[in-house]
């Protein structure tokens, strides 16, 4: 039940770009994605509900394909500011609830 | 801002204690969750409450209970507390389900260790 995300680490140099991925086996509401930096509590970044569209925030974008129930976040560009674990976050009903994949561990070099 | 306090940052207890981890959060928010995190399994749901003295179980709820009695204040309570317990416990607050602003806001931790 609980979502996979892949690669579950990942090390980039500044300016690179990484997608990660969350899939999930049951039919989704939405997901939500959350960043928690090293001692710090997660932190909010988007939520995208099924229909299939694709949100922004500066330069990390997300999308949501409703038919393969996998939502794939996207950083473009990457600074150091980005290093952190990326979680995804899935509803599969309105319900407020949600679930959390094992997180994905992001490390921007210099 | 939203802001959701957790009563410690660090917690240390023995085995059989019993645990009262208290969450406050200050903007009103009808939802509450628990969580515990674990490295390699990420943020797993304990208890959640979607109103004062509502609660479900998570995916986790064996050897927790809960308390809401007032709607800013959510209290994870570990009866008899065990070493397999040692955690990072996370609380979290979100507006109501079906309104567009439900993403959550967490509060720091606490890490709790049972020897």
């Known amino acids: 039940q609980q979502p996979v995300q892949s690669p579950q680490a990942v090390i980039l140099r500044e300016g690179e770009d990484a997608v990660i991925n969350c899939s999930s086996s049951k039919a989704l509401y939405s997901v939500h994605w959350y960043r928690q930096k090293h001692g710090e509590a997660p932190v909010f970044l988007m939520i995208l509900l099924k229909g299939g569209e694709q949100k922004g925030h500066e330069k990390i974008s997300a999308s949501f394909n409703e038919k393969k129930q996998q939502s794939s976040l996207y950083l473009t560009a990457s600074q150091l500011s980005y290093s952190g674990t990326y979680f995804c976050?899935?509803?599969?009903?309105?319900?407020?609830?949600?679930?959390f994949g094992q997180g994905t561990e992001l490390s921007v070099k210099p | 801002d939203v802001k959701v306090t957790q009563s410690s940052r660090y917690l240390v207890k023995r085995t059989g204690e019993k645990v009262f981890l208290e969450c406050v959060q200050d903007m009103d928010h009808e939802n509450m969750f628990w969580y515990r995190q674990d490295p390699g399994l990420g943020l797993r749901l304990i208890y959640f409450?979607?109103?004062?003295?509502?609660?479900e179980k998570g995916d986790i709820p064996e050897g927790y209970s809960v308390s809401r009695e007032k709607k800013e204040r959510f209290s994870l309570i570990l009866e008899s507390a065990s070493t397999n317990q040692t955690s990072m416990y996370l609380c979290?607050?979100?507006?109501?389900?079906?309104?567009?602003?439900?993403?959550?806001?967490f509060g720091p931790g606490t890490r709790l260790t049972v020897t």
């Open positions: 976050g899935t509803e599969r009903n309105q319900g407020g609830k949600l679930i």
């Open positions: 409450s979607y109103d004062v003295k509502m609660k």
């Open positions: 979290a607050s979100s507006l109501t389900t079906g309104h567009s602003r439900r993403e959550q806001y």
